[in-house]
């Protein structure tokens, strides 16, 4: 390979991963192909997350860490040229929207190995192919997926860094996009494309031989095989239609018309204004996930802009295509105006709220704050009634309480997540203020602390919950904004009949513009004593690690059974400080709640301790981010349950 040595710190040998997947066991296979499986297991590699630098220093001293991969075995002797194109593209890329290579194996044609990171979701081509499955994904996710993909492409078409070169994908299409945890798109396989070097002049390169997927496949390219930025233009554009209609480019419905799939379908009913007939019905129903809309179906604007788009992506002739900037900038305006409808979408008459409410009956107060109270409800509507729980602005508070009703409406309204609050709607009016929520059944983490009902693996599991709730907030994908909650604590932890957790409370939240630092610095800080970052509290500095040690001190509300604040020898003290101190002393276990101390298995104790101890690191940079949280998390419950 042109990269030798440079390339060592991702070398990983057979014999490591054959004991990972028990010499390619069936079992751990997730998926095949022409070109041979992939496998998913757990594995050593190289962990960038900790180095800025590779050179002339011995492999074995290199940073590593365990985590499950996935693992693509190379049958096809064929893939040889592919299988070097991927390592010495991707070993150069680092980004959100581009999957991450960890490392490989070549120890001869029966042993060519790439191992990923895992996405976790599979393939978007999947959600295409299963009516069931593509119900989950919503007009928004739709297009944060595409806007997601897009800056894959603005990366390894424009790089900013004038020394690495630039990349021509020449492949990409619905089964290489892949999706994580939190539905975003990574784009994979770069086994087909072109380096084009960042030193020469001319923009498109001439190749004899033609290379893709038909369907996809710039026409220009495969007529001429002139290649440049604007093939992997076209080749979005079939992905943009195919996620507005729901099919796969080549699927039937189709190519019975015409062998070239949905592009001259797609062009054909946009310029005629019969796109409606073709946009999959499921966008056409949806709802705005919850059961008091008023209207189904996309926003207008939103359809158009991104439909637009789309089409000029199909444009056959190259230079008439669309930058990368212009789809970024369009999907941009589609995604705003989807989300400006949806808030209207989302108003609720006040008569309709005071009948649920029973008129804000004293009967009906479930919790009660200094925003105000809150309200049990039943509210009906189309298909039924559902519980709700009514957050109602205290009226004293007009005037100066607003900032925090707003937040309160505007992040579970935008942030949709299955670990974050679920906005049902709301009232804004000059009377009243009022939002209503999804009723937890089983009210706030607080109350159950102390229960030893609430076993050790129940307790992992909403942990698990809540860091995976505040990843998302934290947002790895980097075109998201940032939400930085402020107030994370135990009382701001909801729990639903199946005990899964929720974070809400986002009075005190702020969102982070995109693609700026995320350190921001604060007036006033905010939070509440015992969970707050102290060193946010001493220099009114913000960060997303202030939030992790908040996490931290609920790890250890949970572990210890109590909340942050205690008495201990007639002293107030606060839990983090002394679980922290305790640790260091190798005598945490001596805090572990009663209740569950003999469930505690050790390895998941050392884990959990371990992790929970780093989130309240005095120094900002040595915090875990939220997702490492998750990853260690797990393994303490797989530990337990083993």
């Given at each position: 390979?042109?990269?030798?040595?440079?390339?060592?710190?991702?070398k990983?040998?057979?014999?490591?991963?054959e004991?990972?997947t028990?010499?390619?066991?069936?079992?751990?296979?997730i998926?095949?192909?022409?070109?041979?499986?992939?496998?998913?297991?757990?594995?050593?590699?190289?962990?960038?997350?900790?180095?800025?630098s590779?050179?002339?220093?011995?492999?074995?001293?290199?940073?590593?860490?365990?985590s499950?991969?996935?693992?693509?075995?190379?049958?096809?002797?064929e893939?040889k040229?592919?299988?070097?194109?991927?390592?010495?593209?991707?070993?150069?890329c680092?980004?959100?929207?581009?999957?991450?290579?960890?490392?490989f194996?070549?120890?001869g044609?029966?042993?060519?190995?790439?191992?990923?990171?895992?996405?976790?979701r599979?393939?978007?081509?999947?959600?295409?192919?299963?009516?069931?499955?593509m119900?989950?994904?919503?007009?928004v996710?739709?297009?944060?997926?595409?806007?997601?993909?897009a800056?894959?492409?603005?990366?390894?078409?424009?790089?900013?860094?004038?020394?690495?070169?630039k990349?021509?994908?020449?492949?990409?299409?619905?089964?290489?996009?892949?999706?994580?945890?939190?539905?975003?798109?990574?784009?994979?396989d770069?086994?087909?494309?072109?380096?084009?070097?960042?030193?020469?002049?001319?923009?498109?390169?001439?190749?004899?031989?033609?290379?893709?997927?038909?369907?996809?496949?710039?026409?220009?390219?495969?007529?001429?095989?002139?290649l440049?930025?604007?093939?992997?233009?076209?080749?979005f554009?079939?992905?943009l239609?195919?996620?507005?209609t729901?099919?796969?480019?080549?699927?039937?419905?189709?190519?019975k018309?015409n062998?070239k799939?949905?592009?001259?379908?797609?062009?054909?009913?946009?310029?005629?204004?019969?796109?409606?007939?073709?946009?999959?019905?499921?966008?056409?129903?949806?709802?705005y996930?919850h059961?008091?809309?008023?209207?189904?179906?996309?926003?207008?604007?939103?359809?158009?802009?991104?439909s637009?788009?789309?089409?000029?992506?199909?444009?056959?002739?190259?230079a008439?295509?669309?930058t990368?900037?212009?789809?970024?900038?369009?999907?941009?305006?589609?995604l705003?105006?989807?989300?400006?409808s949806?808030?209207?979408?989302f108003?609720?008459?006040?008569?309709d709220?005071?009948?649920?409410?029973?008129?804000?009956?004293?009967?009906?107060?479930?919790?009660?704050?200094?925003f105000?109270?809150?309200?049990?409800?039943?509210?009906?509507?189309?298909?039924?009634?559902?519980?709700?729980?009514?957050?109602?602005?205290?009226r004293?508070?007009?005037?100066?309480?607003?900032?925090?009703?707003?937040?309160?409406?505007?992040?579970?309204?935008?942030?949709?997540?299955?670990?974050?609050?679920?906005?049902?709607?709301?009232?804004d009016d000059?009377?009243?203020?009022?939002?209503?929520?999804?009723?937890?059944?089983?009210?706030r983490?607080d109350?159950?602390?102390s229960?030893?009902?609430?076993?050790?693996?129940m307790?992992?599991?909403?942990?698990?919950?809540?860091?995976s709730?505040?990843?998302f907030?934290?947002?790895?994908?980097?075109?998201q904004?940032?939400?930085?909650?402020?107030?994370i604590?135990?009382?701001?932890?909801?729990?639903?009949?199946?005990?899964?957790?929720?974070i809400?409370?986002f009075g005190?939240?702020?969102?982070?513009?995109?693609?700026?630092?995320?350190?921001?610095?604060i007036?006033?800080?905010?939070?509440?004593?015992g969970y707050?970052?102290?060193?946010?509290?001493?220099?009114?500095?913000?960060t997303?690690?202030?939030?992790?040690?908040?996490?931290?001190?609920?790890?250890?509300?949970?572990?210890?059974?109590?909340?942050?604040?205690?008495?201990?020898?007639?002293?107030?003290?606060?839990?983090?400080?002394?679980a922290?101190?305790?640790?260091?002393?190798?005598k945490?276990d001596?805090?572990?709640?009663?209740?569950?101390?003999?469930?505690v298995?050790?390895?998941?104790?050392?884990?959990?301790?371990?992790i929970?101890?780093?989130?309240?690191?005095?120094?900002?940079?040595?915090?875990?981010?939220a997702?490492?949280v998750?990853?260690?998390?797990?393994?303490?419950?797989?530990?337990?349950?083993?």
């Open positions: 390979m042109s990269q030798g040595k440079s390339l060592e710190h991702l990983i040998v057979l014999t490591d991963i004991l990972a028990e010499n390619f066991a069936e079992k751990y296979c998926g095949s192909g022409g070109y041979g499986k992939v496998y998913k297991a757990q594995l050593e590699h190289f962990d960038s997350s900790n180095w800025s590779k050179e002339g220093v011995n492999k074995y001293d290199l940073p590593k860490r365990r499950t991969v996935a693992i693509k075995h190379i049958f096809n002797p893939g040229e592919g299988f070097i194109t991927e390592i010495e593209t991707l070993s150069s680092k980004h959100d929207n581009i999957i991450s290579l960890l490392g194996c070549d120890e044609p029966d042993h060519m190995i790439l191992i990923y990171e895992l996405a976790s599979g393939s978007l081509e999947n959600y295409f192919e299963s009516d069931d499955k119900t989950y994904l919503t007009w996710q739709r297009i944060k997926i595409c806007l997601d993909i800056h894959g492409l603005k990366y390894i078409h424009t790089n900013t860094d004038q020394d690495k070169q990349i021509i994908h020449r492949d990409i299409k619905s089964a290489n996009i892949l999706l994580g945890d939190n539905w975003e798109a990574k784009i994979a770069f086994g087909l494309s072109k380096i084009h070097p960042a030193d020469q002049e001319a923009s498109t390169l001439n190749t004899h031989t033609i290379a893709g997927t038909n369907v996809y496949l710039d026409p220009e390219y495969k007529k001429y095989g002139r440049n930025k604007k093939s992997d233009i076209y080749s554009g079939v992905v239609f195919e996620i507005l729901g099919r796969l480019a080549y699927d039937r419905i189709y190519t018309v062998k799939g949905i592009a001259p379908i797609a062009r054909h009913h946009f310029e005629n204004g019969t796109l409606i007939e073709i946009i999959d019905h499921k966008i056409k129903e949806e709802a996930g059961v008091f809309a008023l209207s189904k179906g996309p926003n207008k604007d939103s359809l158009d802009i991104f637009e788009i789309a089409y000029r992506c199909l444009v056959e002739t190259q008439q295509r669309p990368i900037d212009d789809v970024i900038h369009k999907l941009k305006k589609a705003q105006a989807q989300e400006k949806q808030k209207e979408n108003k609720m008459s006040l008569e709220i005071k009948s649920a409410t029973q008129n804000f009956s004293d009967d009906n107060i479930v919790g009660r704050g200094s105000g109270n809150v309200y049990k409800g039943v509210a009906s509507h189309a298909n039924g009634h559902t519980i709700i729980a009514a957050k109602r602005l205290d004293r508070l007009f005037g100066h309480g607003e900032t925090e009703y707003f937040r309160e409406l505007d992040i579970p309204l935008k942030y949709k997540h299955e670990n974050v609050i679920r906005l049902v709607g709301y009232c000059e009377i009243e203020k009022i939002i209503l929520h999804e009723f937890a059944s089983r009210g983490l109350g159950y602390l229960d030893a009902s609430l076993t050790w693996v307790r992992l599991k909403i942990c698990i919950d809540i860091a709730g505040l990843n907030l934290h947002a790895t994908d980097v075109n904004e940032v939400v930085i909650h402020r107030d604590k135990s009382s701001n932890i909801l729990l639903f009949d199946d005990w899964k957790a929720k809400a409370g005190l939240s702020l969102v982070c513009p995109v693609n700026k630092d995320i350190d921001y610095v007036d006033d800080a905010a939070g509440t004593i707050s970052d102290p060193l946010y509290s001493k220099t009114h500095f913000l997303k690690e202030s939030d992790i040690f908040s996490l931290g001190a609920v790890l250890f509300d949970i572990l210890c059974g109590k909340q942050s604040s205690i008495k201990l020898d007639d002293e107030h003290v606060f839990l983090p400080f002394l922290k101190n305790r640790y260091q002393v190798g945490l001596e805090l572990v709640f009663e209740g569950i101390k003999e469930q298995d050790l390895q998941s104790f050392v884990t959990y301790a371990r929970a101890y780093q989130c309240l690191h005095h120094k900002r940079e040595r915090r875990p981010k997702g490492e998750v990853i260690q998390l797990k393994r303490a419950l797989e530990f337990k349950v083993s």
